[in-house]
């Protein structure tokens, strides 16, 4: 039976939702597959914003209607028999699950001890313990305690069990007072989270709903962002220009062209906030040679027409709230970043008793990764600050605390272009690789790097601004602890500055690379799929040391298996004998690494076929790390493994290089962006003492 944790509180607003995802998320790391359950969904007549939340979570593997127990009409017109439906529905759910995130109901929206005690039943019949989520908005702590307390006896009454309590939406100096209050005077582990106005700010698209309002300018796209600050345009345009704001949506009248123009001219200046939106209202378009001046400039800044008039529309727009969905990656982000910081994750799941399983799935992989990046954060620079899913990623990683990050572009498009998304780059360093402050320096110094090639400083300066090369040189001079490129630009682009400046590390003569392979229960190392076409013995011996080191920084124990067409001595041939001979180089090179070769792919991966064919093998049948004979075969069977299994196919990871770069595929998603951020950091802390850092310099910002 999966072990549950059911989240309650005594009052609506309380920020549950914020919680239930950083346990999905936490959850996720230490099972193979976790549930969410609402017991009593929040309308009838509109989905879930906090259920959908939770299953748009890469980790829960069911559908909306698996994940809600009954109506709010059901519990009205008859609460035992809802009760026994719950129970029913959520079992359903447990049996498939070895973990389940129990969502307590909030369909009155205020506080009321008949609701809170039904949670407590449900709890009870669930055999779920609770955590309370406490709204700590506005109270002392002493009040917070009060409240606790009350929560807590309702919870005994009906038999259910608290675990714990998380006291959310707390003023940021109050943390520490909550939580020795709290804690000191109920013996129970408390949490407290600081209050973040993003997480509750609408977007501009609810405005626009919220007054009525239609499209009139702007791109339909950046109606997504978000809003932190609504201003009434009645005033002359200076006097307004004066307290306009980051995210802000200026409320103005249809017929002021002057402040309407006024607020345009400010959002595309430099050094001036950038707005999220104007709304005009009173029914009145701006006239039509104001709008054809408007369409020429071609501004993306949304402009909402309404028919509302100035207090209807601010009124309209100041009571409307937003909430924490899938849909805004950036609020996401944050409600996992505040999660992790202030709630110890390793005492809640030792208190649910949730051991980690010996498996290791995709997802628990790739937290994995993140949580080691985090440990010791490296500094990496991404050269492509023009695409936006590196923005995207770039975000994501700062505010989860991945890495610190150098973004390579025209600082104030990229800038302005993060705004557009709604990203806080805040905390990026921004460089214009075409700075002849850089370009000079880079250029005496990779002039240094290739006289032997005939540079000459004229020649280096027309190279090194090109963004490859400028990363490249940044991690050699020691200002970035690694690079990661190739969204935009093709292999070559990213990996040739790095043959030519870092060069291989010592003892290996070759850089190769591997994909780290996440299948269902497990991750293998393939190598080498994407640099060395036709390796020779000497070669694929290189391939067979540093895939696996590669193993063993990313905690895979190395079982090294030479691939080839035959298994042990029954074949002959020029492929295999290359395979045999590099067999042979691993083991006088490194004996303490445990290696077979040549072998067949069946042979190294299951248990049976290698009981027959190398029965005293000590890697066959249970091989992580599998060195291909050539890259035609290497990467055939990664992209075959990868489509055909479902296998999540992390990489290509380089390897052999002096200091890590890595290179993306032009297809990469987010997350395969912040992976292989997390990789490279990963492989920067194994390059460097612990506790080193790269020299900090003046950067644009």
Same mark, same amino acid.
């Given at each position: ?196 106005? =993003? ?60 402040? =309407? ?135 994501? =990683? ?251 196919? %992390? ?47 003046? %950067?644009?910002?």
């Amino acid at each position: 039976m999966a072990r549950s944790i059911y989240l309650t509180s005594p009052e609506g607003d309380s920020g549950k939702s914020v919680v239930a995802l950083g346990l999905v998320d936490l959850l996720s790391r230490s099972v193979q597959r976790v549930g969410v359950f609402r017991p009593v969904a929040r309308s009838t007549k509109t989905r879930d914003y906090v259920l959908e939340l939770l299953l748009a979570h890469d980790g829960v593997d069911l559908t909306y209607d698996e994940c809600v127990g009954v109506t709010y009409e059901e519990v009205l017109a008859d609460q035992e028999a809802a009760l026994g439906k719950i129970v029913q529905r959520y079992h359903e759910v447990a049996r498939r699950c070895d973990a389940v995130v129990v969502v307590g109901s909030d369909y009155t929206d205020v506080a009321g001890p008949t609701e809170l005690a039904y949670n407590g039943r449900i709890a009870a019949n669930l055999g779920a313990p609770v955590v309370l989520v406490v709204n700590g908005s506005g109270r002392t702590p002493e009040a917070i305690h009060q409240v606790v307390d009350i929560v807590v006896g309702a919870m005994r009454d009906e038999h259910a069990q608290v675990l714990a309590v998380t006291v959310n939406r707390c003023g940021p100096a109050a943390l520490d007072a909550v939580k020795a209050e709290v804690e000191g005077g109920t013996g129970l582990p408390t949490f407290a989270l600081p209050e973040s106005p =993003l997480l509750t700010a609408p977007t501009v698209r609810q405005l626009m709903e919220a007054v009525g309002g239609s499209l009139r300018a702007g791109d339909d796209e950046l109606l997504s962002r978000e809003v932190l600050d609504v201003l009434v345009g009645a005033m002359s345009v200076e006097h307004l220009l004066d307290r306009i704001a980051d995210g802000a949506v200026v409320i103005t009248p249809g017929d002021r062209s002057d402040v =309407l123009l006024g607020l345009l001219m400010a959002h595309a200046a430099e050094g001036f906030p950038s707005l999220a939106g104007i709304i005009l209202n009173g029914g009145f378009e701006p006239s039509p040679v104001v709008m054809r001046l408007i369409d020429g400039l071609g501004t993306r800044l949304p402009i909402i027409t309404t028919s509302l008039g100035s207090f209807r529309s601010a009124s309209a727009a100041a009571s409307t709230r937003g909430h924490l969905s899938a849909d805004s990656q950036l609020k996401v982000d944050t409600a996992l970043a505040l999660f992790e910081e202030h709630v110890d994750g390793t005492a809640l799941l030792g208190a649910l008793d949730v051991a980690r399983p010996e498996v290791v799935t995709p997802l628990m992989f790739e937290y994995e990764l993140l949580d080691r990046a985090r440990a010791d954060r490296k500094h990496i620079v991404l050269p492509e600050g023009n695409d936006d899913r590196i923005l995207r990623a770039a975000s994501t =990683l700062l505010r989860r605390g991945v890495a610190r990050l150098t973004i390579l572009g025209e600082p104030a498009a990229i800038r302005t272009r993060a705004t557009e998304l709604g990203l806080d780059l805040a905390d990026a360093d921004l460089i214009d690789p075409h700075d002849p402050a850089w370009v000079e320096r880079f250029a005496a110094e990779y002039t240094q790097i290739r006289a032997h090639k005939g540079m000459t400083v004229e020649r280096a300066r027309e190279i090194v601004p090109s963004v490859s090369y400028f990363g490249t040189m940044m991690v050699h001079l020691g200002l970035a602890d690694g690079m990661v490129s190739g969204a935009a630009h093709t292999t070559a682009h990213t990996i040739k500055p790095s043959f030519e400046i870092i060069k291989t590390a010592p003892g290996t003569s070759s850089v190769s690379s591997c994909f780290l392979m996440c299948l269902e229960d497990r991750v293998l190392v393939y190598a080498d799929c994407a640099v060395i076409p036709d390796p020779t013995a000497e070669q694929l011996a290189d391939i067979a040391i540093s895939s696996a080191a590669t193993a063993v920084q990313f905690g895979i124990e190395p079982r090294i298996a030479m691939l080839s067409y035959s298994t042990g001595a029954s074949g002959t041939g020029a492929d295999v004998d290359k395979v045999r001979a590099a067999t042979a180089l691993v083991r006088e090179r490194r004996p303490d690494l445990s290696v077979e070769g040549p072998i067949q792919y069946d042979a190294a991966v299951d248990a049976s076929v290698a009981q027959t064919k190398l029965p005293d093998s000590a890697v066959a049948g249970r091989a992580t790390v599998f060195v291909f004979p050539d890259l035609n075969t290497g990467n055939n069977t990664y992209k075959a493994v990868q489509r055909s299994a479902g296998a999540i196919a %992390v990489g290509p990871v380089l390897q052999g290089l002096n200091k890590p770069v890595n290179d993306l595929s032009r297809g990469a998603l987010v997350q395969d962006i912040v992976n292989t951020v997390a990789i490279t950091a990963i492989q920067a802390q194994a390059d460097a003492p612990a506790g080193a850092t790269t020299t900090s310099e003046a %950067v644009v910002r």
